[in-house]
Every structure is written in C-alpha cells, then in structure tokens.
C-alpha cells in the first residue's frame, strides 16, 4: 500500500476521492491527522498531511513517529513524500522540483528512533542511502508521465527551524556539500527505513536559499509560501501519476 505525506502547500489531495477517514492512536502518540483513505484513477493511496489539516504543527513539533508507526499499522509499503526546499545550488531556483538521493541532519531534540532501548531493542539501521532507490525511479517515472522535468539529485539539509537560516548558516551546509534545505526531511526518512518502509521525497522549490539569488537580503517566507501554489498544481499532477502507476488496485474480491 502507497501513502503520500504532503508538506507546507499540500495539506489535501483534491484530486483525491475520499472513501475514509481514520482516528489511528500509536503507542508513540496520535498522527498530525486521521489518515485519509482516497482513489485516484481507481487506486488506493493513504494520505496524511505532516503538518495537519490547517497547517497547525511545526516542524520541530511534528510526531513524526506516530505518523510513521500509524501508517505502518495500516500495512503501508511505500510513503512518497512531498517536502517545500529552500534551494543552495543556483540550479534549485523557485519553481524547480528535484528529487533528492541524500540526505544531511542538523536537527536536534526530535524523537528520531523507535529503537530508543526503552519500547524496542537498540538497532543500527543501515542509512548509506537514505531514500529507496526504486521508489525515486517511480517518483521520476510520474513526473515524465505527467510531462514535468526534475532534478534528479541533490542533498537535502534538513535544518531544525522554524527559523530560517542565516546567510552564514547557509553557506555552511554548501560546504558540507547540500544543494536544498528544509525542515522536514528527518527523522522522518529514517524512521521509515527502520520500520522497513520504502520512502523517497519530491522537492518542490520555494525560493533561494538564505543570502542567495533574491534572497540576498531576507525571504519573505509568507509570500512565498503563496506564491508555491502554480509549483504545487505541477506537483498534484505528478502524484496523481505516481498513485495511478503505483496505488494499491483492488480486485473484484477485496
Ligand atoms: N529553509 C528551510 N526550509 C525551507 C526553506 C528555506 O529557505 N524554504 C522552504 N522550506
């Protein structure tokens, strides 16, 4: 089963014709949600907005356990995850989608693992690549299907927020070799990974980066949030084409 995790600009799928709406509780708590059961094109996709339904939670405060758990007890495979970036490199200027294949993680304080010692046994999941390559050729077979151009690479630095980053902050993460920054892409990428769920995300940009490009001099996140919504039109059509290739297909028995 295929879930969608929708970020800052998708809260809902309207494209999506709702069959459920589900009250999951985890042992880790409640999902920013009720999962949304759906159709597109006749298959089923589980979708959960991270930041609930008005936009409510932050970053730092999302329960991105519970989400990651709730949607595992509903027998969900693969989460394709939709995450709003800041663009480093010149090439991510505002407009641009990219799929990320790594990742880098300064945050800190969030509950990261569900292997704590406490709940469930200390393990060392394997991360060398973060995102399932399979998945990211899905995410790039839909957005061929859906006549969009990507990027197909790029380090994601997921930053701790909800501030925005100095200039210095990143010219830092450059270094360190990020091309894009956001606030969502951990834990919940590797909480997926620990509980052997294929994950990878599609990036839409929202602008440059902090002291880059047009944002030499500040970002005016407000009015670029509500100027991503041409970028989210380009990034519905592209989910639509992942679920219709990728959705759970029910037979006549089910
Ligand atoms: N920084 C961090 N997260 C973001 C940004 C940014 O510039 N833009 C959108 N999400």
């Not at 693992?113 to 998945?135: A, E, R, S, W």
């Not at 930053?159 to 010219?171: C, D, F, H, S, Y």
């Not at 919940?188 to 490009?213: D, H, K, M």
Request: aromatic share 6%.
């Amino acid at each position: 089963m295929l879930a969608i995790i929708g970020g800052t600009g998708l809260t809902q799928l309207d494209n999506l014709n709702i069959t459920k709406r589900l009250i999951v509780r985890t042992p880790y708590g409640e999902p920013s949600q009720p999962l949304i059961f759906g159709e597109i094109a006749g298959r089923e996709v589980i979708f959960l907005a991270r930041h609930g339904n008005g936009h409510t939670i932050p970053p730092h405060e999302v329960n991105y356990r519970a989400n990651i758990s709730a949607l595992h007890l509903q027998g969900v495979t693969e989460i394709a995850a939709i995450a709003t970036v800041g663009g480093i490199h010149p090439d991510l200027a505002a407009g641009v989608i990219a799929i990320p294949h790594q990742i880098i993680d300064y945050t800190y304080g969030r509950k990261n693992t569900f292997h704590d010692g406490i709940t469930q046994p200390v393990k060392h999941i394997d991360f060398t690549d973060p995102y399932c390559p399979n998945l990211r050729a899905k995410w790039q077979q839909a957005a061929l299907a859906a006549g969009e151009s990507v990027i197909n690479h790029g380090t994601y630095a997921a930053t701790q927020g909800p501030r925005l980053e100095t200039a210095a902050e990143i010219n830092r993460l450059e270094r360190d070799g990020a091309t894009m920054v956001g606030m969502t892409g951990m834990p919940e990428a590797a909480l997926a990974r620990e509980l052997g769920i294929s994950y990878a995300t599609i990036c839409p940009v929202a602008n440059y980066a902090a002291g880059r490009g047009d944002s030499l001099h500040g970002i005016k996140y407000e009015e670029v949030i509500a100027n991503l919504n041409q970028t989210m039109v380009r990034v519905r059509n592209i989910i639509a084409q992942l679920v219709k290739q990728n959705g759970f297909k029910k037979t006549v028995n089910d």
